[in-house]
């Protein structure tokens, strides 16, 4: 029987006698011991080897079963991605800049003269808009601006701008801020994403998530990345990438050391910006001066910042519309 | 001839042996030193079933002295039970035969040769041979005493391995090997044949035939391999302080044309397949199995080494008392092997057992102008005159095995056998008297005894009455000259052997008695003619018998049983 031991320089009476010496003479006691000995290291080393390969077998079938759930997961977020244009992407950075510069230094009021046309504004308002409010100081950055676009939300002065009331009272104006408080703005403007939508959703869609998915080690991860991409505001977020509009409204400091409302709002001025996103020309450019104190007393306590918003919001449509 | 068949193993008659394999080896039995056609007298089977067992755990513990004791000596026509206890061959050859201070490795075995003179006497020129050329060149006696040193070396290493668990079997292994191997060289650089006389040629012969074969090549290969099977070049870095602080690895080289190199991955495989096949794993048991292949190789030229061990001790023995002798300025001859009717020449005769206790013995020379002689020796009392005869029985001995006898020169016929009668014991469960004994002796003497053998007697019928033991005596003499022996015998019946000398009736009578100096004291030196006194008077004296002084010690005898007698006696 050949064996290992052997090699090819070897004399053929060298190696009979190599082969003799670990094949052992077949009558001795001492070789039949090791025969058993042999017979049951064949036999554990065979289970051995079942389980080394049924392992084997286990992992590739598990790194099949992974490269399934990778490549599906891809295919999903290329498929939303897909849905974007590169620039659409990148709404966020492009946006910044233009949030901030409206927060900066006021330059004056700028009315494009298109929007002056009857039902113009109006219906420039019904395009795709993201819409992003926040204090002056806030706006003030880039990071500012994210921090800021968390905790904006569709309020008073957005639908009273795209849906204004029909007398500038406060009875009338009580009526859209209430809408407003209770969350009623969602439903009536679709038109306009919060800036937020994009910040939460479009990273979901990024290379870089898209290679987290890649560099995913074990179907654990893929299983988080999975339902991360499942909780996403995609579609949200698409919208608001997809938005023509920019609305920026911006909240200046309180001016002097007049009293400061419960809901915290005090007399100041508000600016509103209208960009367009594909090329950034500033559509509109309003400052107005809010006051709260002109407030009846009940409605001041709860809706000063709502009715001021709102006020503001028609003021905005009143200084468009004057010739 | 002799022969292997002769010596009765089952052997074919050309002297060589039939191994296991069935295959005719010729060349094994050429490692016999002791008679012309060589043989191997060990039993090779289990021999090699013994060697077997010593290589693999050092478990054969007498392997070469039981072989050597059992492995028969050749024909002979002698019986050792004639006359071995009486010249006290066993404690001649345990005290003589020495070689340097270590004991000899089957003393049995080298009895049994001393006291089996061949039967045929080409055997004992064959040995003379050697004898005389180790003599005449004191080189190859040292190459012998080299090779019988490094054989005892391998029998320590293979019987005296007990507590061999306690280091690496494989180590040990080989350094046996290793060993094996040296003696195989010494083998063949003995002087070969042309360069060398005698059978010694048969050790270079056999040295190189085996350096030839394949077994000695992987022989030399394995330990190659162990020593070096791969070669690494290192540089070492040395700190400021003078520490090493690295090595760096220049080169490796790997001796690829040794049969037992192979490549890392496929000695690693080795293992795992010597695992999975009931052996343990690791390289310690690869290196074992290819051990024991070459030693599969060997184990068949290694079985005659051990027969060589009892020829080397026969020959280096007999030098060994050679050289003992002549630091006490005793001279040692290779005798001359005479023809009947030629004269019996012993010139500085001399008792080994003396020199083996420590006495220093007085060389005689012994002149007879026959061999066929029967030699009466007369003397007083401790004249040296048993001494006499154990000294002409040695010589006898030795000269019939081959060797050196203890005489300056010497001139001895082979005689057919040998029968010594010196002591003259009483055992518990003898069934007769002294003189029954003895007279039960005479007749085994002649109920086996062969013409032309040598027969020495002790104070023949001294334990009867003079007159009728000299009867017997005479009887005796008549009747062995009938057979032709060389007869040597003590008495002290003075008056009867002064009475044959001048009768001179008998032909082959010769008559010796010891020779007095002026002071009658024996001088240890032998002159024809009858003694006329056996001296006993003075030997009484000597060893305190005389009247006066057995007197004293029964007084003194006397006064210890009575304490009160002395004061008595002088008051």
Not at chain 2, 2 to 23: D, Y
Not at chain 2, 185 to 202: N, Q, T, W
Not at chain 2, 227 to 243: H, W
Not at chain 2, 543 to 566: C, D, F, H, K, S
Request: proline fraction near 6%; aromatic fraction near 6%; charged fraction near 25%.
């Amino acid at each position: 029987m050949p064996t290992l031991l052997v090699t090819s320089r070897m004399s053929p009476a060298l190696a009979a006698r190599v082969a003799a010496s670990v094949t052992g003479r077949a009558s001795s006691p001492r070789s039949a011991g090791r025969r058993l000995v042999a017979l049951a290291r064949f036999v554990g080393l065979g289970f051995v080897t079942a389980a080394v390969l049924s392992f084997v077998a286990a992992r590739r079938r598990a790194g099949g079963e992974l490269e399934i759930a990778r490549a599906a997961l891809l295919a999903d977020v290329r498929a939303h991605a897909a849905e974007l244009t590169p620039e659409q992407h990148e709404l966020p950075a492009r946006v910044a800049p233009w949030v901030v510069a409206a927060a900066a230094d006021y330059p004056g009021d700028l009315v494009e003269p298109e929007l002056r046309a009857p039902g113009a504004l109006e219906a420039r308002l019904a395009e795709p808009i993201i819409y992003v409010r926040g204090a002056q100081a806030a706006l003030a950055t880039p990071r500012g601006v994210v921090e800021a676009a968390r905790v904006s939300a569709k309020d008073a002065l957005l639908l009273c701008l795209v849906e204004p009331p029909s007398a500038p009272t406060e009875k009338v104006m009580l009526g859209r801020v209430r809408v407003a408080y209770t969350g009623g703005a969602e439903a009536r403007t679709p038109q306009v994403r919060r800036l937020a939508d994009a910040h939460l959703g479009l990273p979901f869609l990024a290379s870089a998530w898209e290679r987290r998915v890649v560099e995913a080690e074990g179907p654990r991860e893929l299983r988080e990345l999975r339902r991360a991409l499942e909780k996403a505001p995609l579609a949200s977020a698409k919208a608001a990438a997809k938005a023509r509009w920019l609305l920026v409204a911006v909240d200046e400091a309180g001016q002097g050391p007049g009293p400061t409302e419960i809901d915290g709002e005090r007399a100041h001025a508000i600016r509103l910006a209208l960009v367009e996103v594909a090329s950034g020309r500033v559509a509109l450019r309003l400052r107005r001066d809010v006051d709260p104190s002109g407030l009846t007393e009940a409605a001041r306590v709860q809706f000063a910042s709502g009715l001021d918003a709102c006020r503001f919001a028609l003021d905005v449509l009143g200084a468009v519309r004057k010739k | 001839m002799v022969c292997a068949a002769a010596f009765g193993r089952s052997a074919p008659s050309a002297g060589g042996l039939l191994t296991s394999h069935g295959a005719m080896s010729e060349p094994r039995a050429a490692l016999d030193l002791l008679f012309p056609t060589p043989a191997l007298r060990i039993d090779l089977e289990q021999t090699s079933l013994g060697l077997d067992l010593a290589f693999a755990g050092g478990v054969a513990g007498g392997l070469f002295s039981d072989a050597l004791d059992r492995a028969p000596v050749g024909p002979t026509a002698w019986k050792a039970a004639s006359f071995a206890a009486d010249l006290f061959v066993p404690a001649f050859v345990a005290s003589c035969f020495t070689i340097g201070d270590g004991q000899l490795v089957s003393q049995k075995h080298l009895v049994k040769l001393v006291t089996s003179p061949p039967a045929d006497p080409a055997v004992v020129l064959h040995r003379r041979a050697v004898v005389d050329e180790l003599v005449t060149h004191p080189s190859r006696r040292e190459a012998l005493r080299a090779l019988y040193t490094d054989l005892l070396r391998l029998r320590s290493m293979l019987e005296g391995a007990t507590g061999a668990g306690k280091w690496d079997a494989n180590r040990r292994q080989l350094d046996i090997l290793t060993l094996v191997k040296k003696l195989f060289d010494r083998l063949a650089e003995l002087p070969a044949e042309g360069a060398s006389s005698s059978a010694l040629a048969r050790l270079s012969d056999y040295g190189e035939r085996v350096l030839a074969g394949e077994p000695y090549r992987s022989l030399a290969d394995l330990l190659r391999y162990d020593e070096s099977m791969a070669t690494l070049s290192l540089k070492v870095g040395i700190g400021a302080d003078g520490r090493i602080r690295g090595f760096q690895l220049l080169s490796v080289e790997e001796d690829r044309q040794n049969p037992f190199v192979s490549s890392a991955w496929r000695r690693w495989l080795a293992k795992v397949e010597l695992f999975v096949r009931g052996y343990r794993f690791g390289d310690g048991e690869v290196m074992a199995r290819l051990i024991d292949a070459v030693f599969d190789g060997l184990r068949d030229e290694l079985a005659p080494l051990v027969q060589l061990v009892g020829d080397l001790e026969f020959y280096l023995g007999a030098l060994g008392l050679r050289d003992a002798a002549a630091a006490r300025g005793l001279s040692m001859c290779l005798p001359k092997l005479a023809e009947p009717g030629e004269p019996r020449v012993l010139e500085g005769l001399w008792n080994p057992l003396l020199l083996a206790s420590g006495v220093a013995p007085v060389p005689c020379d012994l002149r007879l102008d026959r061999h066929d002689a029967c030699v009466l020796v007369t003397g007083p009392n401790s004249g040296g005159k048993t001494r006499l005869l154990q000294a002409v029985g040695l010589s006898q001995v030795l000269a019939q095995v081959g060797l050196f006898v203890p005489a300056r020169a010497g001139c001895v016929m082979l005689g057919s056998s040998l029968v010594v009668s010196l002591i003259q014991e009483t055992r518990v469960d003898q069934a007769e008297g002294r003189l029954g004994m003895e007279l039960l002796r005479i007749r085994e003497l002649f109920e086996s005894l062969p013409p032309g053998a040598m027969v020495i007697l002790d104070e023949l019928c001294s334990g009867t009455n003079p007159s009728e033991g000299e009867e017997i005596f005479e009887l005796v003499i008549r009747m062995l000259t009938r057979l032709r022996p060389q007869t040597f015998i003590t008495t002290h019946f003075l008056a009867f052997a002064t009475r044959l000398e001048a009768a001179g009736e008998i032909d082959e009578l010769r008559f010796l008695q010891v020779e007095l100096d002026p002071n009658h004291l024996p001088t240890y030196q032998f002159t024809p003619g009858v003694a006329q006194t056996s001296l006993a008077g003075k030997a009484a004296a000597r060893l305190g018998v005389t009247g006066e002084q057995l007197l004293a010690l029964i007084e003194r005898n006397l006064a210890a049983a009575e304490p009160g007698r002395e004061g008595q006696g002088r008051a």
